[in-house]
């Protein structure tokens, strides 16, 4: 049987592989590159401009972290916006909440959108769910034209090259600041603190000059680069890190807890040094 391997190039100078069964779909959207392949390790990957987006091994802590932190922050988020996360599973964790009446999931590319909801069931399961409304248009232009009008604001991007490279931006997180009512919270996904030393600072001030205030926390994510992974959040008026903020719903996941969302601000020496 071919001996068959997708490699990500993770950095100049590193490139790590996965044994690939099968090749599910591949095309060329107007934005990027896209595959779905079946792997041994992970199962199956969802592959932007050759770059892992998310697989079904380790998807959940991500999508998990990515949005309850934020969610169980804030007081009662009815109206939530995710930009990016085509795949859906931002999505899928968000509707788990009670007191949500809707989330706008704008999708920059509809190819993402159509090539999960084909071959990623587990992750793309809640984009008919009646709460949720796919928009397929470009972020940016998405919270320029819609002030004030969120909860919760969750920026699930590619890697800062390429078609993200405007979602991190100091303009863009002014423009996610006015889109954003008077106690709203945004959270972004911000890379590797191995590899991307550099980028993590840079955002990190540009959403503290902007936001009351800023938080970094962590979450392992196997599958990316480093294995470790930030998120910031910039916040108008609540504190996630105060430990009276977390009422324990039950919202059936896998990786974060009430004990995890006091722990994932809890930085190692070299990522504070960072900040
Ligand atoms: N967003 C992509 C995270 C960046 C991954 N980077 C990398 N592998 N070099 C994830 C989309 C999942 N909804």
New binding site residues.
Partial sequence: KLDMWFT?Q?TKDVRTSCRTKKILHQENTPFQSLAVIDTDQYGRVLVLDN????TIMDEFV??EMITHVALNTHAAPERVLVIG?G?G??VREIVKHQSLEKVVHCEIDGAVVDASRKYLPEISCAMDHPKVEIVIDDGIKHVRENKGAYDVIIV????PIGPAEGLFSASFYKDIFNSLKDDGIFVA?TESPFFNRDLIPRLYSDISGIFPLTRLFLAVVPT??GGLWTFTMGSKKYDPCDTDIVRTPDLNTRYYSPEIHRTCFVLPPFVKELL
């Fill in positions: 990500e993770q770059i892992i987006q998310t991500y999508h996360g795949d599973g931002a699930d991007s590619t890697d996904q990316y680069p």
